[in-house]
């Protein structure tokens, strides 16, 4: 089954960016048709933010279009989240998921990567 890793998150000053990556270990696209980024702020529900679709367009929540871009560099089995003008609300724990062929849901999570904006 697929593992999968986070790293890259940390603090920043609004405006600033970061880029995320989530390395998928027993990935193939065929098995896990889509990867996605979630983040999860204290007290709130943990929310969709990207995905990505084996050979489908890229989708976002409409909070972080134009600011976001997710991405999937398939000959290393990693998928990245570039994040670019930081807002204080974007600040939560990140989260990379995989959906395997079947599931109607995300079930597959890696363990989260720390996203601190600071106006």
């Known amino acids: 089954q697929v593992q999968l890793v986070e790293s890259g998150g940390g603090s920043v000053q609004s405006g600033g960016s970061l880029r995320l990556s989530c390395a998928a270990s027993g990935y193939t696209s065929r098995r896990y048709p889509s990867l996605g980024w979630f983040r999860q702020a204290p007290g709130k529900e943990r929310e969709w933010v990207a995905s990505?679709?084996?050979?489908?367009?890229?989708r976002y929540t409409d909070s972080v279009k134009g600011r976001f871009t997710i991405s999937q560099d398939n000959a290393k089995n990693i998928m990245y989240l570039q994040m670019n003008s930081l807002k204080p609300e974007d600040s939560a724990m990140y989260y990379c998921?995989?959906?395997?062929w079947g599931s109607g849901r995300y079930n597959y999570w890696g363990q989260g990567t720390q996203v601190t904006v600071s106006s």
């Open positions: 998921a995989a959906r395997e």
């Open positions: 990505i679709e084996s050979g489908g367009t890229p």
